[in-house]
């Protein structure tokens, strides 16, 4: 149990509601334009609510035997996809749960599950191969086997994907069945995020730094001195912010100018154990971070990637996940114990805005 | 959260065909209580039989740096990092690893990623060795030795195969190699659970509670003979032998089992370590003493054994039988009595293997500083080659003992009880490959005050 009081929301969180799953809760993610929220537990139970009240909507337990290890939801919030220990990935409809497609992908663990921006490919990775579908469950596309297994996959553009494994970050052209690029680095990337231009490549490393590359110019770089492994990454909207945790603490890249080479990041210190989840909002410079002590943050930023609290509330326990409505009025935290809070968060005005400047 | 709250992890390593899936399923059959996972490296042909096994390809990630003790394994990090959040579906995690597996990278998950050891403590690492076997493969891959020098327990399996004789030379290499290790014999893997599981081997504070000294002890006799007496007067005969003296302990009521002779072989550690009573040929051997036989007379010697009732008497003497010719002979009679058992102890160093175990014991206290800059260099040049270490130091003006353990160059020291009344001393003990002996320890005399 986490060491800190309990407190209310504080800032621009206020009550919404709360409701629970059966486990431990490791994704979740709005559909039908926020209308929906969805809850997948480690167990392998998956909970829809209503996003505006909390009613349940559907509930199914056990989907993946062995447990759930990831879920996606589609861009356009029809429909979802889960994984899990079974090798199996599920293709889902939104408004009851029912099950459109099973794809059977072998024994491996299947860990990461991305949809593309537009919503007709969904990139699956199960050890050292990644493979791609399209939302009726037909594959179209499967890698070589990676040299290990694939610790992140995510989506450069329409027709690209983007894998990380040991030692490398690989950029395929999936239609045309083409290695576009490889980016290599002696070590182990346990994360990876793209800027939403595709341009910037950042990758958090196990020996506790954040690489990362311009693939325009070919340069990279390398930021050390991270005291635990940065597994969390976010990329604002613009791209011109990368927040990266490994520890309690946030550390704020801004790729404003020559940066952020040379420049000396923003810190973020508002939690007491380890960020266990770190989302920008859907559109500004809003950060919000869960950490392992329950406590949930938001931080409004400036160009320079330093920024001030905003909002603060409390999860009840580790924060297994965290998610932005859609219209970034409303934030969901899922914890350890399968509790979900969600809380509304007031709309920022341009007007409003201008305060913190 | 304290270490009472984090799942203890056992490593099972050992070579392909030493036993590793048998001892994992007596494990798993016989502790009916605890809940286990399993994280199974091997597809061995015998299979697992119990629900939360995990397969996982071994994945050893050597960092940019190319520093030796960053190196992971990246599958036990994504395997642990999934099962921490299924933590009230098991409460203990064996690993076990392929036959080649280097054991460094596995024990070093276990302090390197905060995540992990944030919820899971390394209990002990336990290599099973095939005792037909091994003498070969020791000779033959770095790995077998590798496995054998970062036990915390080596089981020596499959002994019905061996003779005594050959698992007692086989136990000594072994030993040599690694001094810090308890060996356990066993047939089939049929070792008591106990033995394996819950060592808490890499918490110092509780291994010293239990155990005063990380050595296990250098036996300072080499034989031991038990033998089945009636009541009556016997002669202890000796010829001629490689040297004009030699010391013995005799206890009664000594039993045979291997556990029974390690006890016995304890206590005679003990009295050894008191002055020798000289005994001149025609004079009675006491029990529970150290004595020094006098030898330097031609031809046959004997002293003189009384016993008053039916009694095993062990003999623990510092040289084999064979050296002076023994000899047990019941006095009216005239009757040799052979022995029951025998068994063969810590021979001297006549291994050379590259790998084996250094140890420094020395009374004092050390300077802090003098003792960082050399453990410093010490670690920074040899810590590729030096395994494990372990130990106790005394630092001047400091009342608490402190206590330290390494893996690779991977290190931490702790201060632990008071010394108190204690004599203060260091005890350090570094298992490796290639060590120098006299120059770690003119190292280290170097820190004395």
């Given at each position: 149990?986490?060491?800190?009081?309990?407190?209310?929301?504080?800032?621009?969180?206020?009550?919404?509601?709360?409701?629970?799953?059966?486990?431990?809760?490791?994704?979740?993610?709005?559909?039908?334009?926020?209308?929906?929220?969805?809850?997948?537990?480690?167990?392998?139970?998956?909970?829809?609510?209503?996003?505006?009240?909390?009613?349940?909507?559907?509930?199914?337990?056990?989907?993946?035997?062995?447990?759930?290890?990831?879920?996606?939801?589609?861009?356009?919030?029809?429909?979802?996809?889960?994984?899990?220990?079974?090798?199996?990935?599920?293709?889902?409809?939104?408004?009851?749960?029912?099950?459109?497609?099973?794809?059977?992908?072998?024994?491996?663990?299947?860990?990461?599950?991305?949809?593309?921006?537009?919503?007709?490919?969904l990139?699956?990775?199960?050890?050292?191969?990644?493979?791609?579908?399209?939302?009726?469950?037909?594959?179209?596309?499967?890698?070589?086997?990676?040299?290990?297994?694939?610790?992140?996959?995510?989506?450069?553009?329409?027709?690209?994907?983007?894998?990380?494994?040991?030692?490398?970050?690989t950029?395929?052209?999936?239609?045309?069945?083409?290695?576009?690029?490889?980016?290599?680095?002696?070590?182990?990337?346990?994360s990876?995020?793209?800027?939403?231009?595709?341009?910037?490549?950042?990758?958090?490393?196990?020996?506790?730094?954040?690489?990362?590359?311009?693939?325009?110019?070919?340069?990279?770089?390398?930021?050390?001195?991270?005291?635990?492994?940065?597994?969390?990454?976010?990329?604002?909207?613009?791209?011109?912010?990368?927040?990266?945790?490994?520890?309690?603490?946030?550390?704020?890249?801004?790729?404003?100018?020559?940066?952020?080479?040379?420049?000396?990041?923003?810190?973020?210190?508002?939690?007491?154990?380890?960020?266990?989840?770190?989302?920008?909002?859907?559109?500004?410079?809003?950060?919000?971070?869960?950490?392992?002590?329950?406590?949930?943050?938001?931080?409004?930023?400036?160009?320079?990637?330093?920024?001030?609290?905003?909002?603060?509330?409390?999860?009840?326990?580790?924060?297994?996940?965290?998610?932005?409505?859609?219209?970034?009025?409303?934030?969901?935290?899922?914890?350890?114990?399968?509790?979900?809070?969600v809380?509304?968060?007031?709309?920022?005005?341009?007007?409003?805005?201008?305060?913190?400047? | 959260?304290?270490?009472?709250?984090?799942?203890?992890?056992?490593?099972?390593?050992?070579?392909?065909?030493?036993?590793?899936?048998?001892?994992?399923?007596?494990?798993?059959?016989?502790e009916?209580?605890?809940?286990?996972?399993?994280?199974?490296?091997?597809?061995?042909?015998?299979?697992?039989?119990?629900?939360?096994?995990?397969?996982?390809?071994?994945?050893?990630?050597?960092?940019?740096?190319?520093?030796?003790?960053?190196?992971?394994r990246?599958?036990?990090?994504?395997?642990?990092?999934?099962?921490?959040?299924?933590?009230?579906?098991f409460?203990?995690?064996?690993?076990?690893?392929?036959?080649?597996?280097?054991?460094?990278?596995?024990a070093?998950?276990?302090?390197?990623?905060?995540?992990?050891?944030?919820?899971?403590?390394?209990?002990?690492?336990?290599?099973?060795?095939?005792?037909?076997?091994?003498?070969?493969?020791?000779?033959?891959?770095?790995?077998?030795?590798?496995?054998?020098?970062?036990?915390?327990?080596?089981?020596?399996?499959?002994?019905?195969?061996?003779?005594d004789?050959?698992?007692?030379?086989?136990?000594?290499?072994?030993?040599?190699?690694?001094?810090?290790?308890?060996?356990?014999?066993?047939?089939?893997?049929?070792?008591?659970?106990?033995?394996?599981?819950?060592?808490?081997?890499f918490d110092?504070?509780?291994?010293?509670?239990r155990?005063?000294?990380?050595?296990?002890?250098?036996?300072?006799?080499?034989?031991?003979?038990?033998?089945?007496?009636d009541?009556?007067?016997?002669?202890?005969?000796?010829?001629?032998?490689?040297?004009?003296?030699?010391?013995?302990?005799?206890l009664?009521?000594?039993?045979?089992?291997?556990?029974?002779?390690?006890?016995?072989?304890?206590?005679?550690?003990?009295?050894?370590?008191?002055?020798?009573?000289?005994?001149?040929?025609?004079?009675?051997?006491?029990?529970?003493?150290?004595?020094n036989?006098?030898?330097?007379?031609?031809?046959?010697?004997?002293?003189?054994?009384?016993?008053?009732?039916?009694?095993?008497?062990?003999?623990?003497?510092?040289?084999?039988?064979?050296?002076?010719?023994m000899?047990?002979?019941?006095?009216?009679?005239?009757?040799?009595?052979?022995?029951?058992?025998?068994?063969?102890?810590?021979?001297?160093?006549?291994?050379?293997?590259?790998?084996?175990?250094?140890?420094?014991?020395?009374?004092?206290?050390?300077?802090?500083?003098?003792?960082?800059?050399?453990?410093?260099?010490?670690?920074?040049?040899?810590?590729?080659?030096?395994?494990?270490?372990?130990?106790?130091?005394?630092?001047?003006?400091?009342?608490?003992?402190?206590?330290?353990?390494?893996?690779?160059?991977?290190?931490?020291?702790?201060?632990?009880?008071?010394?108190g009344?204690?004599?203060?001393?260091?005890?350090?003990?570094?298992?490796?490959?290639?060590?120098?002996?006299?120059?770690?320890?003119?190292?280290?005399?170097?820190?004395?005050?």
């Open positions: 149990m986490p060491d800190i009081e309990p407190f209310s929301p504080r800032g621009m969180f206020h009550e919404g509601w709360t409701a629970e799953v059966s486990d431990y809760a490791i994704a979740c993610g709005w559909a039908l334009k926020g209308k929906q929220f969805i809850v997948g537990d480690v167990a392998g139970g998956i909970f829809a609510f209503e996003g505006d009240t909390g009613k349940i909507i559907w509930k199914k337990e056990n989907t993946h035997s062995g447990g759930l290890l990831a879920m996606a939801i589609h861009p356009e919030g029809e429909i979802f996809a889960t994984s899990g220990q079974d090798g199996n990935v599920q293709i889902c409809n939104c408004h009851e749960g029912k099950v459109i497609k099973t794809l059977d992908l072998g024994k491996g663990w299947v860990e990461h599950l991305k949809w593309s921006n537009d919503g007709l490919f990139a699956i990775a199960t050890s050292k191969k990644v493979y791609v579908f399209n939302e009726i469950g037909e594959e179209k596309w499967i890698s070589e086997d990676h040299p290990s297994t694939v610790s992140a996959i995510t989506w450069a553009n329409k027709n690209e994907l983007a894998t990380a494994c040991y030692g490398r970050v950029f395929f052209d999936i239609v045309n069945n083409k290695t576009n690029q490889k980016l290599e680095w002696q070590g182990s990337l346990v990876m995020e793209l800027s939403p231009d595709g341009d910037i490549v950042a990758c958090g490393s196990q020996d506790n730094s954040v690489h990362f590359w311009r693939r325009s110019t070919g340069m990279d770089a390398e930021m050390t001195g991270y005291p635990g492994k940065p597994s969390h990454l976010s990329f604002d909207d613009s791209g011109k912010l990368l927040a990266t945790s490994g520890s309690e603490r946030i550390t704020v890249w801004s790729f404003v100018g020559n940066g952020p080479e040379g420049t000396m990041p923003g810190e973020l210190c508002h939690h007491t154990e380890p960020i266990s989840s770190l989302a920008f909002s859907n559109k500004g410079m809003l950060v919000a971070s869960g950490s392992r002590d329950g406590s949930v943050v938001a931080s409004f930023l400036k160009k320079d990637g330093n920024g001030d609290p905003v909002g603060a509330a409390f999860a009840g326990d580790l924060v297994g996940a965290i998610s932005w409505r859609p219209d970034d009025c409303a934030l969901a935290a899922v914890n350890a114990k399968g509790v979900v809070n809380w509304k968060f007031k709309v920022r005005t341009n007007l409003f805005s201008k305060g913190f400047k | 959260m304290s270490i009472k709250d984090k799942v203890p992890v056992t490593i099972l390593t050992g070579f392909l065909g030493s036993g590793k899936t048998t001892l994992l399923n007596r494990i798993l059959s016989e009916h209580g605890k809940r286990i996972a399993v994280i199974e490296n091997e597809y061995g042909e015998v299979g697992i039989d119990q629900g939360l096994v995990i397969n996982a390809d071994e994945e050893v990630f050597e960092m940019s740096n190319g520093c030796i003790c960053c190196t992971v990246g599958d036990l990090i994504r395997v642990l990092g999934n099962l921490m959040k299924r933590r009230d579906k409460d203990y995690v064996l690993v076990e690893t392929t036959g080649l597996a280097d054991p460094g990278p596995v070093q998950t276990f302090f390197m990623d905060e995540e992990i050891s944030s919820e899971f403590t390394l209990d002990g690492i336990v290599t099973l060795v095939d005792a037909a076997h091994i003498d070969q493969q020791l000779g033959r891959s770095d790995e077998s030795s590798e496995q054998v020098a970062f036990a915390d327990v080596l089981v020596l399996n499959k002994t019905d195969l061996v003779s004789d050959a698992l007692d030379t086989l136990e000594s290499r072994l030993r040599d190699m690694n001094r810090m290790t308890r060996i356990i014999r066993a047939e089939n893997a049929k070792v008591p659970i106990e033995t394996v599981l819950n060592l808490s081997a110092l504070d509780q291994i010293l509670k155990r005063p000294t990380f050595l296990e002890p250098e036996y300072p006799f080499e034989w031991t003979g038990v033998y089945d007496l009541p009556g007067k016997y002669e202890l005969m000796l010829e001629e032998g490689p040297d004009p003296e030699m010391s013995l302990v005799a009664v009521n000594q039993g045979e089992s291997e556990e029974e002779l390690k006890d016995g072989a304890e206590s005679s550690v003990r009295l050894y370590a008191e002055n020798a009573n000289t005994l001149e040929p025609g004079n009675t051997v006491p029990y529970g003493e150290h004595v036989l006098k030898l330097e007379n031609k031809g046959n010697k004997s002293f003189i054994l009384n016993i008053e009732k039916p009694s095993k008497i062990g003999l623990f003497t510092q040289h084999t039988a064979e050296e002076f010719n000899k047990v002979i019941k006095s009216d009679e005239n009757k040799e009595i052979p022995f029951n058992t025998e068994r063969f102890w810590q021979a001297e160093h006549e291994h050379d293997d590259e790998v084996g175990s250094i140890a420094i014991e020395r009374f004092g206290d050390v300077d802090p500083e003098k003792l960082n800059t050399w453990m410093g260099r010490l670690l920074s040049e040899k810590g590729v080659d030096i395994f494990r270490t372990k130990g106790f130091i005394s630092y001047s003006g400091n009342p608490r003992r402190i206590v330290f353990q390494g893996v690779h160059m991977l290190f931490t020291a702790q201060p632990d009880k008071e010394w009344n204690e004599p203060r001393r260091n005890q350090l003990v570094f298992i490796g490959r290639n060590l120098n002996e006299k120059e770690m320890q003119e190292g280290f005399d170097k820190c004395l005050i």
